[in-house]
């Protein structure tokens, strides 16, 4: 049964840093990771999805990577900004063609200090 | 598009009582799925239909949970009867290959 783990669960930062969010998830064989954000109270927003054939994709600040050999993504930030205060969620998708659903870790819950 | 509409946002409601949600997934997607989350468990799948047809339901808790697609654009999840360890956010989302697009959630509140 795949495990998805996201680490820290918790993150405090000074506005203007750049930080790492980790996801490590059990079996390799997923088709695609996506990396959500979730505001209180709200739904989960996509920020990026990396096909298994990928290594990484970026979208403004953010940049995620890939290596499915080893069962890890990493969602990096840079120069954070009070505004990306939200819970980060990691997702994989085993199946194809959004054939299956996807398995989620528990998020990591950022906060960024003006 | 408006994206994934679920209704109600809200839900409080006495143990025992049935209860519906309900989700329009964006047009031309097809595959729905349906999530909970709780803050022991985190987001779980529920179900999910291709061509609204359900495909796998091993993540429904037990028979008091049924999901319907009777057509593209709707689907319901109904508990009956409810119990206080169903109160959680349930989320829906729909896509049509790769990214998943989720609705507001519905916040169920069974006392």
């Known amino acids: 049964k795949q495990e998805v783990t996201q680490i820290p669960a918790a993150l405090s930062v000074p506005e203007g840093e750049n930080l790492v969010l980790n996801c490590s998830f059990t079996?390799?064989?997923?088709?695609?990771l996506q990396w959500f954000r979730q505001d209180p109270g709200k739904g989960l927003t996509s920020l990026l999805l990396i096909q298994s054939s990928q290594r990484e994709q970026t979208s403004g600040r953010l940049n995620a990577s890939l290596d499915k050999s080893s069962g890890r993504s990493t969602l990096y930030i840079a120069a954070s900004q009070p505004g990306d205060s939200a819970t980060y969620l990691c997702a994989v998708e085993v199946s194809g063609g959004g054939a299956d659903g996807l398995t989620f870790g528990k998020g990591t819950h950022l906060i960024i200090q003006p | 598009d408006a994206g994934v509409i679920q209704s109600p946002r809200h839900e409080v409601t006495e143990m025992g009582q049935e209860v519906t949600l309900r989700c329009k997934p964006i047009?031309?997607?097809?595959?729905l799925f349906w999530y909970r989350q709780t803050m022991m468990r985190g987001l779980e799948l529920l179900i999910y239909?291709?061509?609204?047809?359900?495909?796998?339901d091993s993540g429904m808790p037990e028979d008091r949970f049924s999901a319907k697609m009777p057509n593209a654009s709707f689907s319901t999840l109904k508990i009956q009867p409810s119990e206080p360890r169903d109160s959680a956010v349930y989320f829906c989302?729909?896509?049509?290959?790769?990214?998943?697009?989720f609705g507001p959630g519905t916040r169920l509140t069974v006392t």
């Open positions: 047009s031309g997607h097809d595959y």
């Open positions: 989302a729909s896509s049509s290959e790769y990214e998943q697009y």
């Open positions: 079996d390799s064989a997923i088709y695609n």
């Open positions: 239909f291709n061509n609204n047809v359900p495909i796998d």
